[in-house]
């Protein structure tokens, strides 16, 4: 029985990598594309892939990593054609809130008009993938009614936010328009041992580790009063896949359904290593955003009902979960 194929976009990031895992378990042909910068940072998939194939009649492994990128449509359009996905997971993005303001444009090109281009080159060369678009709940922003689900108008209250619904948009349309079968994970925030430094839960559980060893003295964030639902990003991986397995394509809020402060997290993270988060804790005023988004809480009934998914990890067991790992990387890096 032949294998399917698919497409990972984002794969070096921590959705990516649980998502090829994932994919790889059920016996998938996984290709992933990566940008080719002066720093490749590959260690989530380092474990997982080979170098691609330079013909398809060497492609006998199970998974792959190509050149490309979502600000070059050529490129996109070269993968397309060489991997002919059955499925296509777009994860690609300039992903980080605070810093898409610093870099709109290129927040723009990559998250907005990547998807643009990804979507066109699959209606050009006439492929017929299922295809995965990763949402966000900072597209509802501003939110417009507690709790949020599919049919919440969106306020996106930054330039990721704002790209996000863009490529939300697009996403329908083309479903619409072309009668692809694309589906919109508007995924709440989910975290996880891979999360990248400069996120909040990741940068708490790393500070906390890093002042438990005696490796720093404080811990400096912003709005601690930001509440967010946060879940698990290896339970959230498995919602993208289960959305490509059916009949019909859709989109799915996915989230936990409970909304924890930023202080909760720090709370947790530093009371599981016996000490009192208060004496460590700074708010800097440059981790603030221009506009806050003060509020986001997700209702996943439909994905529970359509899907059959369901969150496993408690927000107790993630902060746990993450302090563990970050205090075993710290003990590795620095040999202590």
């Known amino acids: 029985m032949k294998k399917k194929r698919a497409l990972i976009t984002g794969i070096t990031g921590q959705d990516g990598s649980y998502l090829a895992e994932l994919l790889l378990e059920q016996g998938y042909e996984v290709h992933g594309m990566v940008r080719r910068t002066s720093v490749v940072m590959r260690s989530r998939i380092d474990p997982l892939f080979d170098v691609a194939p330079k013909s398809k009649s060497r492609r006998r492994a199970a998974h792959f990593l190509h050149y490309g990128d979502l600000t070059d449509a050529s490129s996109v359009n ?15 993005a300039q992903s980080h809130v605070k810093i898409s303001f610093e870099v709109p444009e290129y927040t723009g090109d990559t998250v907005g008009l990547g998807t643009l281009r990804l979507l066109e080159g699959v209606r050009e060369t006439k492929l017929n993938p299922k295809f995965y678009q990763a949402g966000s709940s900072e597209m509802f922003g501003l939110v417009r009614e507690v709790p949020q689900k599919e049919t919440t108008p969106f306020y996106p209250r930054s330039p990721y936010g704002a790209a996000k619904v863009y490529a939300h948009w697009l996403a329908v349309n083309y479903r619409e328009a072309y009668n692809m079968f694309v589906c919109n994970g508007i995924l709440f925030n989910h975290e996880s041992p891979r999360r990248g430094e400069n ?18 003295q404080k811990l400096s964030l912003g709005n601690l009063e930001a509440k967010r639902d946060w879940g698990y990003a290896k339970d959230y991986v498995q919602a993208m896949w289960l959305m490509l397995q059916q009949e019909r394509p859709d989109d799915y809020v996915i989230a936990t359904g409970e909304m924890h402060s930023v202080q909760e997290f720090c709370e947790l993270a530093f009371d599981y290593l016996g000490m009192n988060w208060e004496q460590y804790v700074v708010v800097d005023p440059l981790y603030l955003r221009p506009t806050e988004v003060p509020t986001l809480l997700g209702d996943c009934s439909k994905a529970r009902n359509v899907l059959k998914w369901k969150p496993s990890v408690t927000f107790s067991e993630l902060a746990r979960l993450m302090v563990d790992a970050d205090i075993e990387f710290l003990k590795r890096e620095y040999k202590l």
Not at 199 to 216: D, N, P, S, Y
């Open 78 to 92: 070269r993968l397309l054609r060489e991997i002919e996905p059955d499925e296509i997971y777009n994860l690609g």
């Open 199 to 216: 996120f909040v839960t990741r940068k708490i559980t790393l500070g906390a580790a890093a002042i438990k060893l005696g490796l720093q």
